[in-house]
Structure formats: C-alpha cells, structure tokens
C-alpha cells in the first residue's frame, strides 16, 4: 500500500520558518519524481516546488529564494524548508510523487498557518 504521509506543518509568526516532510511508503521512492502543492480556502491547488530525481528543483514564483525543496532517498523522506513565512503562504500543503500522469500519489495534506 502507498502512502505519502505529510508533517511539520502548525502555526508560524510572519517572518518565521517551517521545515515539511514528507515520508513515502509502498513505492521504490527514488525513481519518483516528487513535488508540494498547497491550496488556500477558496483557491485553486498550486504548485509549490518540484525536485526530480536527479535532484533538479523548480519553484513556484511565489516561493522563489524563500522555499528549499530536498530529497533523502535513503529515507524516503521529501522535505521543504520555509523560510520568510507570509500570511499568504497560509494553506493546506500536499506531497505528490510521480512517474507518470498514470502513476501518482498523493498525501492528505498538513495545515500552515502564518499569523500573528
């Protein structure tokens, strides 16, 4: 069974750091590309940040110098350090993995708040 199991997330000042992870289960983790999305109340999902698996990284414009997406495939582990917070980085955020458009997972999603 796969599972792609998100934490870390909580209540944060403006300004302030978060570090997510997200440990995958069930899949052979390194030959999945991996990705964080967020959606906030009342807006579409949005894509965060991407790492493949040779360890190239995109972001999200959003996010750009802000957020550091890694991997640990000797854990299976994705991680996004957030750093500067902003009350707009408030959202439920999700860990995908995929090979394929027919072959992807996602986690339930873990709760950031940014506020004061």
């Known amino acids: 069974q796969v599972q792609l199991v998100e934490s870390g997330g909580g209540l944060v000042q403006p300004g302030g750091s978060l570090r997510l992870s997200c440990a995958a289960s069930?899949?052979?983790?390194?030959?999945?590309?991996m990705a964080w999305y967020r959606q906030a109340p009342g807006k579409q999902r949005e894509l965060v940040a991407t790492i493949t698996t040779g360890g190239i990284t995109i972001y999200g414009d959003s996010v750009k110098g802000r957020f550091t997406i890694s991997r640990d495939n000797t854990k299976n582990t994705v991680y996004l350090q957030m750093n500067s917070l902003k009350p707009e980085d408030t959202a439920v955020y999700y860990c995908h993995g995929f090979t394929s458009r027919l072959n992807s997972y996602w986690g339930r999603g873990t709760q950031v708040t940014v506020s004061s």
């Open positions: 069930g899949i052979i983790f390194s030959i999945y590309t």
